[in-house]
C-alpha cells in the first residue's frame, strides 16, 4: 500500500519560512511527477510547484521567486522551501505524486493527506 505523508506545516507570521516534505512509503520502483497543491478557505485547489523525475520545475506565478521545490528520489520524497511567506499563502497544502510504479501496481494519481500551513500579517 502506498502512502504520501506530509510534514511541515504548521503556523508563521508574514515574511517567514517553512519547508514542507512530502515522503511516499511502500514498495516504490519509481515516481514520475511530484509537486505541492494547495486549497485555500473557499477556493479551488491550485497547483503551487511540480517537479518531474528529471528535475525540471514549474511554479505559479504567485510563488515564483518565493518558494522552491525539490525532491530526493532515492527517498521518494519531495520538499516544498516556502520563503517571504504572505496571509494569502494560507492554504492546505496537498502533496501529490503523479505515475507511481509499486510492485505489480501502477497509480497514476495520489494524494497526501494535507497540511495546513497558516501565515498571519
Known sequence: QVQLV???????????????????????????????????????????????????????????????ISRDNAKNTVYLQMNSLKPEDTAVYYCHAEGIYSGSYYYPDYWGQGTQVTVSS
Request: charged residues 15%.
Open 6 to 68: 506530509e510534514s511541515g506545516g504548521g503556523l508563521v507570521q508574514a515574511g517567514g519560512s517553512l519547508r514542507l516534505s512530502c515522503a511516499a512509503s511502500g514498495s516504490i520502483f519509481s515516481i514520475n511527477a511530484m509537486g505541492w497543491y494547495r486549497q485555500a478557505p473557499e477556493k479551488q485547489r491550485e497547483a503551487v510547484a511540480i517537479i518531474s523525475s528529471g528535475g525540471s520545475t514549474n511554479y505559479a506565478d504567485s510563488v515564483k521567486g518565493r518558494f522552491a
